[in-house]
């Protein structure tokens, strides 16, 4: 299903009409605190984000691997709450109306704050999307209601072992974008391969005229260039959280060279990505 008037839908058009794909990077909300981490955020669009997803940490991920796990964290320590998320969100917005911003988390926060309300707030607070890991499109009648009657895209994931049979299924009230894991496993552990990733899309064209996104183990310039040559955009998260990382200081707290280095890897796979096409 698509949702044309929606900042997500027209991002895609634009790119589309430009003839390149889309780099998506990622942030763990609050990581190492609030304030760099919405400084950050305030960034990457001039660094080359085309979208944005934002990470509300979460004590139990299912999905994430032990560089998102540690992000997480380091977000939870920050003072991040679902509150504190929707507001960075806001304050973002005073400065950009366009970029699209996409929530990736599970249910258990938004269970707690109340699906009805979080995505009234959410709504009012400029997100565009939400990518809810632990959320079976069998479940989803949870949050679709909410979600559509304020305009919010629900993006669905689909694994390397979503069987033909089962993609109308996740693809049901699907809106936004498909987000592709293209491994098996977590995030940030491995990498697939410019042949897997080219035999996988096929199969999710032919059940989908929605945008794909591929994440799940891309780190590289030449895996995000690799990847939006097959699919419409590149997701990257564990390689930019690791050289947050490795910024840090001793205690866990930011540096001079946090934003610097975490936008200039940016940067670079933004040049990347922008010269995959041509």
């Known amino acids: ?29 609050c990581d190492p605190d609030y304030d760099t981490s919405l400084a950050l955020l305030r960034a990457m669009p001039g660094a ?14 299912s ?5 998102i796990q540690a992000a997480a964290r380091r977000g939870l320590k920050g003072g991040s709450t679902v509150a504190k998320v929707l507001e960075m969100v ?8 366009d970029t699209p911003i996409v929530l990736m988390g599970y249910l258990n926060p938004i269970g707690a704050y109340g699906p009805e309300r979080f995505c009234a707030d959410a709504a009012r607070a400029g997100v565009d999307g939400l990518i809810i890991v632990d959320l079976p499109p069998e479940e989803a009648d949870l949050l679709e209601g909410p979600a559509a009657a304020k305009g919010l895209d629900i993006v669905r994931l689909v694994a390397p072992t ?4 089962r993609l109308p299924v996740v693809f049901d009230h699907a809106s936004g974008f498909v987000y592709y ?53 590149a997701v990257v998260a564990s390689a930019l959280l690791a050289t947050l990382e490795d910024t840090l200081d001793e205690d866990g707290r930011a540096t ?8 200039a890897q940016l940067g670079d796979l933004s040049h990347a990505v922008r010269a995959a096409r041509g």
């Not at 299903?1 to 998506?24: D, N, T, V």
């Not at 001079?256 to 936008?263: G, H, N, S, Y």
């Open 181 to 233: 894991v293209s491994i098996t496993g977590v995030t940030g552990t491995r990498t697939a391969s410019s042949d897997e990733l080219a035999a996988a899309l096929p199969r999710l064209r032919a059940a989908t005229d929605l945008p794909v996104a591929i994440g799940f183990g891309i780190r590289t310039p030449d895996q995000a260039a690799a990847a939006v040559r097959v699919a419409d955009a």
């Open 63 to 67: 999905a994430d691997g032990p560089i």
């Open 48 to 61: 080359g984000a085309d979208l944005i997803e934002i990470g509300v940490p979460f004590s139990d991920p």
């Open 162 to 165: 979503t069987t033909d049979a």
């Open 90 to 97: 806001g304050r973002f917005r005073e400065g950009d109306s």
């Open 256 to 263: 001079a060279d946090t934003l610097p280095r975490v936008l």
């Open 1 to 29: 299903m698509s949702r044309p008037s929606s900042r997500i839908a027209r991002r895609f058009a634009a790119l589309k009409e430009q003839g390149r794909g889309a780099l998506i990077p990622y942030l763990q909300a």
